[in-house]
């Protein structure tokens, strides 16, 4: 039986840590963690987990890029030809719904306050949760509102421009209350929905063809 999809002993370690450090660093912080409790809590000696990262900062960096990256990866593998039927509305709010759905969970909600608990002193750490979460977003969603544009369905004149409105038409009101407030403060899934069909229809009154 060929065995070759199957994880590596060396890649199990890593992943093992990687577990290890979501669970540590979300629940006690960067400071209140200690490489021999990683290297405990992974079963691996410490020694493992600096050949694999190199330090607690650079394994910091890895997790942030492992949890922003996998979160993603779904929902940015986008249709080569979306709003088939013409409803871009329709469209953009299940794309911001689903979005939402993998954005506003208390999981990366503790990791992005863990972030910006430590941007000052690991400007790292905040430069991978960017570039793996909202630039990656930004950067899906311009391919999407340039597809959409050739179409004639959006009037769009720069596809990042547009990408980034509609992206934080998304994510600024919720994302702020529940960073402030607490996982308390995170809408329900219903209400979730109709903030998507919200900012959908606000931006297509902008960006519609015949609206600019």
Do not use: C
């Not at 990687?18 to 979300?26: D, N, S, Y």
């Not at 929902?75 to 794309?95: F, K, S």
């Amino acid at each position: 039986m060929s065995t070759t999809n199957e994880p590596t002993r060396s890649e199990r370690k890593r992943r093992a840590i990687l577990a290890a450090a979501e669970e540590l660093f979300l629940r006690n912080g960067f400071l209140g963690t200690s490489m021999d409790e990683l290297a405990e809590r992974s079963a691996v000696s410490k020694q493992t987990v600096y050949a694999h990262f190199g330090s607690k900062e650079s394994l910091f960096v890895a997790l942030v890029s492992s949890m922003t990256a996998g979160a993603g990866d779904g929902l940015h593998d986008l249709d080569e030809h979306p709003a088939p039927d013409g409803d871009v509305a329709g469209y953009l709010a299940r794309y911001a719904a689903d979005e939402l759905a993998v954005v506003m969970t208390p999981r990366l909600l503790k990791l992005r306050r863990l972030v910006i608990g430590e941007v000052e002193r690991f400007p790292d750490l905040a430069r991978a949760l960017y570039e793996h979460g909202p630039a990656r977003a930004i950067r899906s969603l311009a391919v999407t509102m340039s597809a959409l544009a050739d179409r004639g369905l959006l009037s769009v004149d720069d596809p990042v421009e547009a990408a980034t409105t509609f992206n934080w038409l998304i994510m600024g009101a919720p994302m702020n209350e529940a960073m402030l407030l607490g996982d308390g403060a995170i809408p329900d899934a219903a209400a979730l929905r109709r903030h998507a069909a919200h900012a959908a229809r606000v931006f297509v009154s902008a960006y519609g063809v015949g609206t600019r």
